[in-house]
């Protein structure tokens, strides 16, 4: 347990530059609620980005700024949550190398994560060293924190379960927990590494405005946070509602798995009872359209940007985020040289006492 007694919470995205209503549904609307009770680290995981951009090294520098800026503006609270850079913890470097070598090499790409980005990417046989060994650094991301929960989405649990392999396999090899303890017991048992748990987010996943695709700034289906109310409207009236030729008042499709607008519905209006009134009207083809229910969505989500789009101005400055991740920085190399220390001492590795200024 950190030193105020909360749990301990890591998590982090990969960046890819600004980010839309799908982050926010996903992922950054649980870390605005849990910075409250939880001492929270939030990860800009760079490193990772070069496993696939490697010759872009510039832009993932901005790609960095940007996904920092949007996620303050959505909310994060860097007074409550450290945000940091992978890239400035070395601690986080030198446990993936230790990590390494308590995995299997085939352990590691037996992973379905990774075999799937492979084959999406098209890399079959052609991906660097580094591709298979982020995986391995990710469980390091995490441990390096001795975090007890991770939020993510349901395609990184394949990642926390090799985490939690590593946690167990060295906290038996260098701290003398026993074979059989339950995870739960292995910090009260001597071990260095909390077993950390997954923490999967209700709505992975938010269907991008073309109502077909995961919602994704790369294939144009995406709403940003800085779009205006006209944007928005614009955007959601071409959402697919789920039949081919509907006429605008026939009844319509409200299952959201089958109507994408309804998983809008669904997810941005709040209030329960309107959004079983639209539902009702809207099957019963009660003298409401597409167009009604497009635009109380759109309302909503105008509501709901408004606020992150006044926030942000206060962070439009580089030198501003910079400030803020600076800080973030710090408090993590300060949270992992103690983890590192204590693996380090571990596995007898400890040879001279360091420490770590930025
Ligand atoms: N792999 C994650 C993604 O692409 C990002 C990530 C890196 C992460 N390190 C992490 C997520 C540690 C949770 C915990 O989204």
Redesign the pocket.
């Known amino acids: 347990m950190a030193e105020t007694g909360r749990r301990r919470v ?5 960046p890819t530059g600004s980010l839309h209503i799908g982050h926010w549904v996903g992922s950054v609307k649980r870390r605005v609620e849990i910075q409250e009770t939880h001492d929270c680290f939030f ?1 800009v ?1 760079n490193l ?1 980005a070069f496993t696939t951009r490697a010759d872009k090294p510039e832009e993932i520098r901005q790609d960095c700024l940007e996904v920092v800026r949007d996620g303050l503006a959505m909310g994060i609270d860097p007074n409550k949550a450290a945000i940091f850079l992978q890239t400035e913890v070395p601690a986080i470097m030198q446990l993936t190398y230790l990590f390494a070598m308590l995995l299997p090499y085939n352990r590691v790409m037996r992973n379905p994560t990774l075999k799937d980005e492979l084959t999406v990417k098209g890399l079959e046989d052609n991906y660097s060293f580094g591709f298979p060994l982020y995986t391995v650094g ?1 469980t390091a ?2 441990l390096a924190f001795r975090a007890h929960e ?1 939020p ?1 989405g349901e395609d ?1 649990v394949p ?1 926390l379960e090799l985490t939690r392999e590593v946690a167990r396999r060295f906290n038996k090899m260098y701290c003398g927990v026993p074979d059989k303890a339950p995870d739960e017991d292995h910090v009260e048992l001597g071990g260095v590494f909390p077993i950390p748990e997954a923490d999967v987010g209700r709505v992975g996943r938010l269907i991008g405005t073309d109502g077909v695709q995961k919602m994704s700034k790369s294939l144009g289906n995406a709403i940003q946070i800085t779009d205006t109310p006209k944007q928005v409207r614009k955007k959601l009236g071409k959402i697919y509602v789920g039949i081919d030729n509907r006429q605008p008042t026939d009844p319509g499709e409200v299952d959201p798995e089958k109507n994408p607008l309804f998983q809008y519905v669904e997810t941005f209006i709040e209030s329960p009872d309107e959004v079983a009134d639209l539902r009702d009207r809207y099957a019963r083809g009660d003298n409401i359209g597409d167009g009604v229910v497009k635009v109380r969505v759109a309302e909503s989500i105008s509501a709901l940007l408004e606020p992150m789009q006044e926030r942000r101005k206060q962070y439009e400055s580089d030198d501003v985020v910079m400030d803020i991740l600076h800080e973030g920085c710090k408090k993590a190399i300060a949270a992992t040289e103690e983890t590192l220390e204590m693996a380090k001492k571990a596995a007898s590795l400890q040879f001279f006492d360091r420490t770590v200024t930025i």
């Not at 890591?10 to 990969?14: A, H, V």
């Open positions: 890591l998590t982090g995205d990969t990860l995981a990772h990710q991301d995490i991770v993510v990184q990642h």
